[in-house]
């Protein structure tokens, strides 16, 4: 009988979870549902009955935009907390995507003049010499996931209006050095491939009123291994 009652009290649980989406007239997604689940097993369902109610944005399709794990909503709160955020983790896991969020979020809320994201240019097997194209069309692949997210939140006809405005500013980490960013934020993807030098460089473009966040992935580091040295591993040196 008390099996029962568990059981009972477990799905109660699980339906207050998911409260704050249903009420909405929402269907629950499948990771929502997931999410709860496993919160409900390391005894944070109240932490997680936030997630529900903690909408980021919406986007172009009417989706509401939130943290889905308890993870994500720590994350999200420090981008909002401080000025500058670290975020390691495997592909997937929504970091540059909630950071791009969180972004959009500040500019509508006109806590930010200026979005900036950036991410080093450095090949996976094709060099940059012999894509065609200028420089910038040479770029656009590297950058291409930060257009997703972008046109994902604002739709591609707004958020090309806002990069043609200087808005939104969307380049090759090259292009930071001697700049200083004020009333921004600054988004930097892909940060396993910098060398200590260039991390040292972006970090010093953090200017007042801003934020930066910084994204990275261990796992995949793309820079070329000197002659009996180690490629630089600068994301962990900064940690």
Not at 37 to 64: D, F, T, V
Request: aromatic share 6%; proline share 4%.
């Amino acid at each position: 009988m008390n099996g029962v009652i568990s059981k009972i009290e477990r799905a109660s649980a699980l339906v207050e979870l998911t409260r704050p989406i249903w009420e909405q007239g929402l269907e629950v997604p499948e990771v929502d549902l997931k999410a709860a689940l496993s919160s409900l097993n390391m005894g944070e369902s109240s932490s997680h009955a936030e997630l529900g109610k903690k909408i980021l944005a919406r986007s172009k399709e009417g989706r509401y935009l939130r943290p889905r794990t308890i993870r994500q909503k720590e994350y999200v709160e420090s981008i909002e907390n401080f000025d500058l955020t670290f975020a390691i983790g495997p592909a997937g896991t929504g970091k540059t995507f909630l950071a791009t969020v969180c972004a959009a979020r500040l500019l509508n809320e006109k806590k930010i003049e200026k979005i900036v994201l950036t991410r080093p240019a450095v090949e996976a097997g094709e060099s940059l010499g012999f894509l065609p194209g200028d420089l910038q069309q040479k770029v656009d692949p590297y950058l291409r996931p930060l257009f997703d997210s972008l046109h994902s939140i604002f739709g591609i006809d707004r958020t090309n209006s806002l990069i043609d405005k200087g808005i939104i500013e969307v380049a090759p980490l090259a292009f930071m050095r001697g700049r200083t960013l004020d009333n921004s934020i600054v988004i930097l993807d892909e940060a396993q491939n910098t060398t200590c030098s260039q991390m040292r460089m972006f970090l010093t473009r953090l200017g007042e009123r801003s934020k930066m966040v910084v994204n990275g992935d261990i796992t995949q580091i793309d820079l070329k291994k000197r002659t009996g040295k180690r490629p630089h591993r600068s994301i962990e040196n900064f940690l």
